[in-house]
């Protein structure tokens, strides 16, 4: 007969239980009791079997559970000190509760949970975490209320796609300078860089690190999607982020949002008068004439050459040069291709 698939129980869904499980004992759980019934591993749990994988990812999540600033506490059984089976874990509710002044009514506990869920891959920071945890574990008023009702069926994913994002979220929650290859804007070869996070935003729908690069002594910008290879950590616990520096990130790149403009004439009719004319901030100058806005002239020439005969640039000049090289480059790459 196949093996009977179990159904994977998303990480934050299994810390959260564990977390709930350890509020609601006094005098807490064994590490056997809290494999055979928590929800995320009970569905692995085999009774009197080999459970060791399933013992080592309790013991990451003890040290997750921990790092997020939650107080679980281990209490020795009498008379077998030392045996690390017969432990018992707890949360000590009166240190983990919400302020007595903090209450939360079910459509304001639905709302956070649509919030969290719409983070699945790890792309909240420890503090979000932290308290996601503790007001979800709070619970609310009333937990059979409208508001709590089918959140999970309605709530949206929004997915962190780039790879680096989870690394660079990690050395920001730990003050850590990290390395990572970056081809810049306009080039073909990736070059070394080692900064100091100090935000991760996203702005016109791209994710970007904020970051003090060390060899040139600024803060610099990277796009996420132009990190290649693994991003590696080190001198951890040396380089906190300021306060605030997403705040002031997101300004900075806002105004440079708005000085920054770009005439286009586009093809009436097209693809690309819908697409560029629904833009934020995009207005029309004249009938079939664009005046678009943005960050970073090498993102904006990628995405008007992939219009091709569409678009073109009336200014700035530098523009219409980075648009016409990119569409030479194309034409050159297929060329091999043919000849190939």
């Known amino acids: 007969m196949p093996a009977t698939r179990v159904p994977r129980v998303p990480a934050e869904e299994r810390l959260f239980s564990l977390v709930l499980a350890l509020l609601s004992t006094e005098s807490g759980l064994t590490k056997s009791e809290i494999l055979a019934n928590v929800q995320g591993y009970r569905q692995r749990f085999t009774t009197g079997g080999d459970n060791a994988s399933l013992e080592r990812q309790f013991e990451r999540d003890k040290d997750d559970v921990r790092e997020l600033g939650i107080p679980l506490e281990t209490i020795e059984t009498?008379?077998?000190?030392?045996?690390n089976q017969t432990l018992r874990y707890r949360i000590p509710k009166g240190e983990y509760d919400l302020p007595d002044d903090v209450r939360f009514t079910p459509d304001e506990s639905a709302l956070l949970s649509l919030a969290a869920m719409a983070w699945r891959e790890g792309a909240l920071s420890a503090d979000s975490r932290r308290g996601l945890l503790k007001v979800r574990s709070a619970g609310s008023?009333?937990?059979?209320?409208a508001g709590a009702i089918g959140v999970d069926a309605y709530a949206p994913r929004l997915r962190a796609r780039d790879v680096a994002f989870e690394p660079l979220r990690s050395a920001l929650d730990r003050s850590a300078?990290?390395?990572f290859d970056y081809i810049t804007p306009g080039q073909h070869e990736a070059r070394r860089r080692q900064v100091a996070p100090l935000a991760l935003v996203q702005h016109g729908g791209r994710w970007m690190l904020a970051a003090h690069e060390f060899a040139s002594s600024s803060d610099k910008n990277y796009l996420l999607s132009r990190i290649v290879g693994p991003v590696t950590?080190?001198?951890?616990g040396q380089h906190p982020a300021p306060a605030g520096a997403g705040e002031r990130t997101l300004t900075e790149l806002e105004?440079?949002?708005?000085?920054?403009?770009?005439?286009?004439?586009v093809v009436r009719g097209s693809d690309a008068e819908r697409r560029l004319g629904r833009r934020r901030d995009t207005e029309t100058d004249e009938p079939g004439v664009l005046v678009l806005h943005h960050v970073d002239p090498q993102i904006l020439a990628e995405e008007l050459a992939a219009f091709g005969p569409e678009v073109q640039v009336l200014e700035p000049a530098d523009l219409r040069d980075r648009v016409t090289a990119r569409l030479r480059a194309l034409v050159s790459?297929?060329?091999g291709t043919n000849r190939g």
């Open 78 to 83: 009498p008379g077998a000190a030392g045996n």
């Open 141 to 145: 008023e009333d937990d059979e209320g």
């Open 177 to 179: 300078a990290v390395r």
């Open 233 to 236: 950590q080190y001198e951890v």
């Open 255 to 265: 105004r440079i949002w708005a000085a920054r403009t770009a005439r286009i004439r």
């Open 333 to 335: 790459d297929h060329e």
